[in-house]
């Protein structure tokens, strides 16, 4: 396809970013699929020029970073006013997320370009929850988001109920948005054929952060004859690392691991739990899933949506008390656990298998091009 891909990165964040949290492979396995078909791919990150080290890792994808140490507001009017001039030929824009979005905005609609907004969660919802409806903060986010998906050609989200939840926030036309969920890498992501699980081990991969509910998780392992692998990293790590030690609890604390590594934690494990009192689309469940890994998720929104309940998954409320309870009866039934995690592979490669999803992409932009 004769047309440029463009990719703005998230605000603030860059490569190597994507690297010290585990990010990176997951997040480039797309735009590698997509290279050998668009005539270009360029990486617009927020990194400075330690970024440029990754360039063998993604090869035939452009880096452009700050890598003159330039402050925020330069480096921004380098990338909207300067960078465009060297454009050749059709440009598609995208954002990787809703924050930061307004960069690219802002080029196209000064260079008469294409713009796709992705939003792999609802930004203005995030703000919300973590300041009240009402505040002026989720005001402002509400009117950012408004600006950027009036702006967009096209708007992409990762799920139907937000795909809806947009539309009628937004007064979208239904036409504008578009769902292109989130992908598994269904050749590194599956059962181990050779392996068995560790009886009793349950894993759980996040930021650990309020929203994933992770005390809840804690308590709901106390008493149980269980190991509980907590594979990520976040503000509430040390308080976490406290009570389990204080408490005696069976919780071994990993870390931020590379996208690669999860495989063989998923594959030794027995459950995997996702307790979270709000989701996206979530990432880790689905890569759970494709390991054919029997499943528990709190029964809300970005995760009520992947989980039929004792079909696919397991569905839960979000107190300690209710997630013991999954956990006892799931562990409880060997049946069940063969079911659905032999239910949620096959749910996960039919419908989020990479190279579905990257043909997806590929469709939405040839129509943006097109238009």
Request: hydrophobic share 40%.
């Amino acid at each position: 396809m004769n047309f440029n891909l463009t990719l703005f990165f998230t605000r603030g964040v860059s490569l190597r970013t994507w690297e010290q949290v585990g990010m990176f492979e997951r997040e480039v396995a797309l735009y590698r699929a997509l290279r050998p078909h668009l005539r270009s791919i360029t990486f617009v990150t927020y990194g400075d020029q330690r970024d440029l080290a990754y360039a063998n890792r993604i090869p035939g994808i452009r880096i452009l970073c700050n890598r003159w140490g330039l402050s925020d507001r330069w480096y921004t009017r380098l990338l909207t006013t300067i960078y465009p001039l060297l454009w050749r030929g059709p440009t598609v824009l995208k954002s990787n997320q809703v924050w930061g979005a307004d960069v690219p905005l802002r080029i196209a609609s000064r260079f008469n370009r294409k713009f796709v907004a992705r939003c792999g969660y609802l930004y203005s919802e995030f703000v919300e929850r973590q300041h009240g409806v009402d505040s002026p903060q989720a005001g402002r986010a509400r009117t950012y988001e408004g600006i950027v998906f009036a702006g967009a050609d096209r708007v992409v989200v990762t799920a139907p109920a937000m795909r809806q939840a947009v539309i009628e926030r937004y007064s979208l036309p239904e036409e504008k948005v578009t769902v292109i969920p989130n992908y598994v890498d269904a050749g590194l992501f599956k059962p181990n054929p050779n392996g068995s699980p560790r009886q009793g081990r349950i894993c759980f991969i996040g930021r650990l952060e309020e929203q994933k509910n992770p005390f809840a998780l804690l308590e709901a392992v106390k008493g149980l004859d269980v190991e509980l692998l907590m594979i990520g990293n976040g503000s509430l790590r040390g308080a976490l690392e406290a009570k389990a030690q204080a408490e005696g609890l069976p919780v071994r604390f990993l870390g931020n691991l590379p996208h690669t590594a999860l495989p063989e934690y998923l594959s030794s494990s027995q459950l995997f739990v996702l307790p979270s009192f709000y989701e996206g689309h979530p990432k880790t469940l689905i890569e759970a899933m494709a390991c054919g890994l029997p499943v528990i998720g709190a029964d809300v929104p970005g995760v009520r949506e992947l989980i039929r309940h004792r079909e696919t998954g397991y569905l839960c409320g979000t107190s300690p008390e209710e997630i013991r309870a999954a956990i006892q009866e799931v562990l409880g039934d060997p049946g069940l656990q063969a079911r659905i995690g032999r239910n949620a592979r096959e749910f996960v490669v039919e419908h989020f298998a990479l190279e579905r999803v990257a043909q997806q992409e590929l469709e939405l932009l040839s129509a943006v091009v097109a238009k």
